[in-house]
């Protein structure tokens, strides 16, 4: 669907907006691409000269900490200006539209626009919507997709476990609001896993959930028997008001994972969350630090995954320009 | 007042079960007769429409005029231009204006502004709750009185089933239509597309199917209770369809309508986060969809109405959950249901009694018909006369329609309202 907004006629990615459509040459390409950045951040000088001169606008209709900070670390490291935009407190009130912004912000000749807002298909309408010099990153829209958090964490899974066929991958949590969970589906599935798992009251499940292509389990025991890879989801405060869930207590008691419910998973299984952590809701302290937790190393990747899908979505442009 | 001679075309009068190339006659706004000329009748005007299908005057249940209120969307004289061209003569115009439909003053302005244009009748459509609040009864009787074809709450929600018992109890009172928009408010929320492999896929908060058939279920358990004569409008779902069917087969005289984008477009259609195909209620199932289809054909469903929804073209540029929901309708209404005509499901004088006598029906109107002594709404299409839709040539002030670059064959070439020809689309008026 997305694959002619996002992906031009030779394949470059024009847009990042969804791991959908993509196929798994192209994520393949992205991993490759940030390991070879992966060691930047680690030399005396953390930045390459590539996007010298560029604006990239990290434009957040939500608040963000983690994803915002890490998209402007992986611009700057790439030599790019960074103009840090958080339009839920200022625009928008005001009643400006958000086609308005782009275009003030197009005006201020930004080259990129990494979005975030709280509507499903907001990326991809910035991305229908932009002057076509303008390169547009999804870094989350809604409960549909956030495929940049998705991509850091099969590069994760690539880097521990190496090959993606043999896994079988359990996500447990609030799959019916999870943007991450909707485009870490895609990417697995593209990647070709053996299974992948959802664990989740039939209250945090979409309806159709299996079309998705995964099996479902509302035991968490059940569900991460055998697993290589378990990752915990986040509960949204606004989920525990006792309409979806009676108490953050059940929900603990249930689905919050902890070394007990591991037994039945590999003995190498790891165990993943996007963040932020709360602890003693999805995972308790023993887990989320001890050592199958490989959480501190998704926030590391992040910032080379998003370096990667900079540049590449950069160049497409520039290869645009050229012709 | 011109008397015509309509003559060479073929007349289709669902009501009165006419299909046959035959001549038409027109004098003092009404029909005089079919076939033969009356003694002593000379036509001013002798309309040669060979190949051509001459049918009643199209009746639309639901076409927003947008006025008062909202004439930044459109205007009624903009809308009705657009209704004439379409082979519309009657068209119910719901409440949701500003302020709504909820005192005779409005139903005034309404009425005088559109015999002011004079390119359609409009029959409006009173609130059936004050401000479409939902909390108190608005003054049904003298709405009626002012010229109200029936009452509705739309989709602004009663949540008090006690109130909606009393509202119906009380139309009954006066002899009012309750038309009915079956849409449980706490099932939808803050849903904007159909609960189905789509929402879960593109992450989007969904309208179950249970919204619509647990209103439908409760409504007809408070007809029958009440007595009230109902419409139910807008129908989505096979299962909300079977509901009804099934309570009409146990005698409950109740009608229902679907409007005609549901006829061919389903939730796959919303997967590319197009606003054109955001609409309420939502684009359902294919199953769902080919269960509307079916009930329209067998007559389950007694209308077809365009469900006209003209917006300015900012109010579809948004990310699709933040814009405002609905299709510019009118003029696409005779082609997407002849379209079923073209699929071989039903014959062309029962799709066309969906657009006429189906209707008429519903607002126990003596419209919809060529009867002799009614008045003299026409309407005069090719049934193969190919056009592609461009929405920059649309007549309606609306814009946002899903259905740009289709094919239609149909193309309306007259309308007379009243004997008056109020759209020709080859001759110069």
């Known amino acids: 669907m997305s694959a002619s907004l996002q992906v031009d006629a030779a394949g470059r990615l024009r847009h990042f907006l969804d791991v959908e459509g993509l196929s798994r040459q192209q994520l393949i390409e992205i991993m490759d691409t940030a390991e070879s950045f992966a060691g930047v951040g680690d030399r005396s000088v953390k930045k390459v000269p590539l996007l010298r001169g560029k604006t990239v606008v990290n434009l957040f209709f939500e608040a963000s900490t983690r994803t915002r900070t890490t998209f402007e670390l992986a611009a700057k490291r ?47 309408f910035v991305a229908r919507h932009a002057a076509p ?50 485009s870490q589906i895609h990417a697995l599935n593209t990647l070709g896993v053996r299974e992948v798992r959802v664990i989740a009251p039939q209250t945090l499940l979409p309806p159709h959930v299996e079309q ?30 006792g309409r979806l869930l009676p108490s953050k207590h059940e929900y603990f008691q249930r689905y919050g994972l902890t070394e007990a419910h591991l037994t039945g998973a590999r003995p190498d299984a790891i165990v993943m969350h996007p963040g932020p952590i709360n602890r003693g809701v999805e995972l308790d302290s023993g887990t989320a630090d001890g050592p199958r937790s490989v959480i501190l190393q998704q926030v590391t990747h992040g910032i080379a995954i998003r370096m990667a899908v900079i540049s590449m979505v950069m160049a497409g442009h520039a290869v645009e320009a050229t012709a | 007042m011109t008397r015509w001679r309509i003559t060479a075309g073929r007349v289709i009068d669902p009501a009165g079960g006419i299909d046959r190339v035959t001549d038409l006659f027109i004098a003092d706004g009404r029909i005089v007769a079919l076939d033969n000329a009356p003694e002593g009748f000379t036509a001013d005007r002798v309309l040669e429409v060979p190949g051509q299908v001459v049918c009643p ?25 657009a209704a004439a061209a379409s082979g519309i003569t009657t068209l119910c115009c719901p409440p949701d204006t500003d302020p709504v439909i909820d005192t005779p ?32 009864l608005s003054e049904m009787a003298a709405l009626k009185a002012a010229g109200c074809v029936g009452v509705t709450n739309l989709l602004w929600p009663i949540r008090d089933t006690q109130l909606l018992r009393h509202a119906m109890a009380y139309a009954a009172t006066f002899d009012l239509t309750v038309f009915l928009h079956p849409d449980e408010p706490w099932l939808r929320g803050a849903g904007c597309i159909h609960e189905g492999q789509v929402s879960a896929r593109l992450g989007m908060t969904g309208i179950p199917e249970v919204s619509e058939t647990v209103a439908v279920a409760r409504d007809l358990a408070l007809i029958a209770h009440t007595g009230v004569r109902a419409h139910f409008c807008r129908l989505s779902t096979a299962a909300g369809v079977g509901l009804v069917a099934a309570a009409r087969a146990d005698g409950l005289p109740v009608t229902a309508d679907v409007c005609a984008h549901q006829l061919h477009l389903t939730e796959i259609d919303v997967s590319d986060f197009d606003s054109a195909f955001h609409v309420l209620p939502p684009l359902r199932t294919q199953r769902d969809r080919d269960a509307l289809r079916a009930a329209v054909a067998d007559g389950t469903l007694d209308a077809v109405c365009s469900d006209h929804q003209p917006h300015e073209a900012e109010a579809k540029l948004a990310p699709l959950p933040e814009t405002e929901p609905g299709i510019s309708g009118l003029e696409t209404l005779l082609p997407l249901t002849l379209r079923l005509v073209d699929d071989g499901l039903v014959g062309l004088p029962d799709a066309l009694a969906r657009l006429t006598s189906g209707p008429a029906a519903v607002l126990g109107s003596e419209a919809g018909t060529l009867q002799p002594g009614r008045a003299a709404d026409v309407c005069i299409f090719d049934p193969d006369r190919p056009w592609h839709l461009d929405p920059a040539r649309l007549r309606s002030r609306g814009r946002n329609t899903p259905f740009a670059g289709w094919g239609f064959a149909p193309r309306v070439t007259h309308t007379l309202l009243g004997g008056e020809l109020v759209h020709a689309m080859d001759e110069k008026r």
């Open chain 2, 57 to 81: 005057g199209l009746i639309d249940l639901s076409a927003s005029l947008r006025e008062p209120g909202f004439e930044h969307k459109a205007s009624i004289a903009s809308e009705a231009a």
């Open chain 1, 133 to 182: 010099h303008v390169g547009v990153i999804n870094a989350g829209d809604g409960c549909h997709a956030h495929p940049t958090q998705a991509m850091l964490d099969m590069f994760t899974i690539r880097r521990v476990k190496g090959e993606f066929t043999p896994l079988t991958v359990a996500i447990v949590g609030d799959i019916l609001h999870s943007r991450v969970a909707r």
């Open chain 2, 105 to 136: 003053a409005v139903v005034d302005l309404i009425s005088h502004r559109a015999e002011a244009v004079g390119l359609v009748r409009v029959r409006p459509l009173g609130a059936l709750t004050q401000g479409l609040g939902g909390e108190r």
């Open chain 1, 78 to 124: 790439l030599s790019a200006d960074v103009l840090n935009l958080n339009v839920s407190t200022s625009a928008t009130t005001k009643g400006e539209s958000l086609l308005d912004t782009l275009r003030n912000l197009e005006a201020m000749q930004a080259d990129m626009f990494v979005v975030r807002h709280g509507e499903s298909g907001a990326a991809h």
């Open chain 1, 212 to 241: 998705l292509g995964v099996k479902v389990h509302h035991d968490l025991v059940a569900g991460v028997r055998d697993a290589d890879v378990i990752i915990t989801l986040r509960l949204q405060r606004e989920r525990m008001d």
